[in-house]
């Protein structure tokens, strides 16, 4: 086995070609307003008819969320809650794709562009097949991408644990960057 110190150092102004970056994020599910506190059910900046609402200081789009995170996470910059933290009042209710388009114009400005999207999206309810589609076309829409390098996949809890029982929805994302050569 060779020690991590005998490996050859980074060359610190090289421009890797390509980074990856992996966004993770959970709301919890409550009655929507006004019996709960769930705000209504989005995902992906897409409005779906449910009785359960994430539980949110902005808008609780787990998906955008994820994504933000994951093209943060590529280019090795302060994540969502660091950035839009929620105890500004300013984010109360927030359009995620504010943060989605943050995150974006940082990419660009690191001299980066997305180049495809995998995304998972874990509930019980509602389900997403239907929606996977205006969903996918949505965030290629968001990240100037065709929709053939945006994925959505959709899957159940087996009804165990919170997401199980739809007392939560969780979303995982992985982005890859390529660079523009534009920095
Ligand atoms: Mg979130």
């Known amino acids: 086995m060779t020690a991590s110190s005998d490996q050859p150092p980074l060359r610190p102004?090289?421009?890797?070609g390509l980074r990856i970056g992996h966004g993770y994020d959970l709301h919890r599910l409550e009655p929507t307003h006004p019996q709960g506190q769930g705000r209504p059910f989005v995902l992906g900046t897409v409005r779906i008819d449910h009785d359960r609402g994430p539980v949110a200081h902005s808008d609780g789009d787990a998906l955008l969320h994820a994504v933000t995170d994951a093209l943060?996470?590529?280019i090795a910059q302060p994540d969502i809650g660091q950035l839009f933290p929620?105890?500004?009042p300013?984010?109360?209710?927030?359009?995620?794709r504010v943060f989605l388009e943050e995150a974006l114009s940082r990419v660009h400005a690191a001299g980066y562009r997305p180049t495809n999207l995998d995304t998972t999206v874990i509930c019980e309810r509602p389900k997403l097949g239907p929606h996977k589609d205006t969903i996918r076309q949505a965030l290629a829409g968001l990240l100037g991408m065709p929709p053939d390098r945006v994925n959505i996949k959709g899957k159940t809890h087996e009804k165990v644990d919170a997401v199980g029982e739809g007392r939560a929805i969780e979303a995982h994302a992985v982005v890859l960057l390529e660079h523009?050569?534009?920095d």
């Open 86 to 88: 929620d105890t500004d």
């Open 72 to 74: 943060l996470g590529a």
């Open 13 to 16: 102004t090289a421009q890797p």
């Open 90 to 96: 300013r984010h109360d209710a927030q359009d995620s």
């Open 180 to 182: 523009t050569g534009a």
